[in-house]
């Protein structure tokens, strides 16, 4: 089986994210999606708790499209993806990245080690993806060229929350209203 692995902080999860783990199922990129929500990763700091975090991403889970609740707390991708390859020995493990990963991807820890795995790459504007892999000498990789760009930041609709007016083109409502509810708990 061929398991998309889907990493992000999801702070909160947006349309966005979900349309795109829908389509990567739908379009068989991927025959199962594994969205695997951070907790405190080494680049970002002060998020919603995993575990309500979680619960909103829940809210999509089905057969085909799973949250991961073992995993959250480890602080780099490479340590991530060997979990997981103990957990799936006999599966492939393709690596889901915005190509704005790909400008820096040398930085990441053990970068050589997240090489091993087949990745799927988004497009994002004004970046060469191909450009960049043959950088990085690398072979295994698909990109997602049949989905449309979608222009959602988290950071948006963290700032704009109180005002559903704002957000609601870009969060499902159900979401909405039980991430207002963690935030009104928070204070």
């Given at each position: 089986?061929?398991?998309?692995?889907?990493?992000?902080?999801?702070?909160?999860?947006?349309?966005?994210?979900?349309?795109?783990?829908?389509?990567?199922?739908?379009?068989?990129?991927?025959?199962?999606?594994?969205?695997?929500?951070?907790?405190?990763?080494?680049?970002?700091?002060?998020?919603?708790?995993?575990?309500?975090?979680?619960?909103?991403?829940?809210?999509?889970?089905?057969?085909?499209?799973?949250?991961?609740?073992?995993?959250?707390?480890?602080?780099?991708?490479?340590?991530?993806?060997?979990?997981?390859?103990e957990r799936y020995p006999d599966?492939?493990?393709?690596?889901?990245?915005?190509?704005?990963?790909?400008?820096?991807?040398?930085?990441?820890?053990?970068?050589?080690?997240?090489?091993?795995?087949?990745?799927?790459?988004l497009k994002r504007d004004g970046i060469d993806i191909r450009q960049?892999?043959?950088?990085?000498?690398?072979?295994?990789?698909?990109?997602?060229?049949?989905?449309?760009?979608?222009?959602?930041?988290?950071?948006?609709?963290?700032?704009?929350?109180?005002?559903?007016?704002?957000?609601?083109?870009?969060?499902?409502?159900?979401?909405?209203?039980?991430?207002?509810?963690?935030?009104?708990?928070?204070?």
């Amino acid at each position: 089986m061929k398991i998309g692995i889907y990493i992000g902080s999801f702070d909160p999860v947006h349309k966005g994210h979900i349309r795109l783990a829908r389509h990567l199922l739908k379009k068989h990129y991927v025959d199962h999606l594994l969205i695997v929500p951070t907790g405190n990763y080494w680049n970002k700091q002060d998020l919603t708790p995993i575990e309500e975090r979680v619960g909103l991403l829940k809210l999509f889970e089905n057969e085909d499209l799973e949250i991961e609740t073992e995993y959250n707390s480890l602080p780099y991708t490479y340590q991530l993806l060997r979990k997981l390859k103990e957990r799936y020995p006999d599966d492939e493990l393709d690596l889901i990245l915005g190509a704005d990963n790909l400008l820096h991807f040398e930085d990441w820890k053990n970068a050589w080690e997240i090489m091993k795995y087949p990745w799927i790459i988004l497009k994002r504007d004004g970046i060469d993806i191909r450009q960049n892999m043959e950088r990085l000498k690398k072979k295994d990789y698909v990109v997602v060229n049949d989905i449309r760009e979608y222009d959602i930041s988290s950071s948006y609709i963290r700032e704009n929350i109180g005002d559903y007016e704002k957000v609601k083109d870009f969060i499902h409502k159900k979401v909405y209203l039980r991430y207002r509810k963690i935030l009104d708990n928070k204070s």
